[in-house]
T-cell receptor, first 114, second 112 residues
Framework: EAGVAQSPRYKIIEKRQSVAFWCNPI?????LYWYQQILGQGPKLLIQ????????DSQLPKDRFSAERLKGVDSTLKIQPAKLEDSAVYLC????????????FGPGTRLTVL | ELKVEQNPLFLSMQEGKNYTIYCNYS?????LYWYRQDPGKSLESLFV?????AVKQEGRLMASLDTKARLSTLHITAAVHDLSATYFC????????????FGKGTHLIIQP
């Protein structure tokens, strides 16, 4: 069974530029999460989708971050404009559905903002 | 708001020794997860603990959960170098919004 796919794996941009990350969850998984992991810290939840609806985006900085999952499968996370403090690894995870289900993580996208 | 604290944050130990990583959480958590992360890699699920008194074991690792004390432990028995990694515990407030709240992680180095 294929795991969670993410692209790109690495991205370097200058501050105030825009960037987008893509995630393809495990086939059949209804729930998709985006996490931000700053170096030396644990991941922090940014947004949770159930199919194509948002369940929790309370920690998403909505002035610059946006995310969508239009057809309930793939998802994109966008940052516009980027700040230096956005340098982090962005992890996508999926689970069969919300509730007592294990979350499987993708390899992540490492973003460096210069 | 759920808060998760791990200790120690750094641990250097010798092969063959036993040690325990502690994970305290601030409010009721539906369940408790342990993940492993190797440098530059993503997170690998180790254990999911669903109820008070739950104990799970895989090889040299054993995890337990005490919901009354709001404490989970990850015990390493007779450590080997391959277990060197960063270990995270995570909880969730439950319900439909079940995104994980992670601790800061325990960076474990096992020396030959």
């Amino acid at each position: 069974e294929a795991g969670v796919a993410q692209s790109p794996r690495y991205k370097i941009i200058e501050k105030r530029q825009s960037v987008a990350f893509w995630c393809n969850p495990i086939s059949g998984h209804a729930t998709l999460y985006w996490y931000q992991q700053i170096l030396g810290q644990g991941p922090k939840l940014l947004i949770q989708f159930q199919n194509n609806g948002v369940v929790d985006d309370s920690q998403l900085p909505k002035d610059r971050f946006s995310a969508e999952r239009l057809k309930g499968v793939d998802s994109t996370l966008k940052i516009q404009p980027a700040k230096l403090e956005d340098s982090a690894v962005y992890l996508c995870a999926s689970s069969l559905t919300s509730g007592y289900n294990e979350q499987f993580f993708g390899p992540g996208t490492r973003l460096t903002v210069l | 708001e759920l808060k998760v604290e791990q200790n120690p944050l750094f641990l250097s130990m010798q092969e063959g020794k036993n040690y325990t990583i502690y994970c305290n959480y601030s409010t009721t958590s539906d369940r408790l997860y342990w993940y492993r992360q190797d440098p530059g890699k993503s997170l690998e699920s180790l254990f999911v603990l669903l109820s008070n008194g739950a104990v799970k074991q895989e090889g040299r690792l054993m995890a337990s959960l005490d919901t009354k004390a709001r404490l989970s432990t990850l015990h390493i028995t007779a450590a080997v170098h391959d277990l060197s990694a960063t270990y995270f515990c995570a909880g969730t407030s439950g319900g439909g919004a079940d995104g994980l709240t992670f601790g800061k992680g325990t960076h474990l180095i096992i020396q030959p």
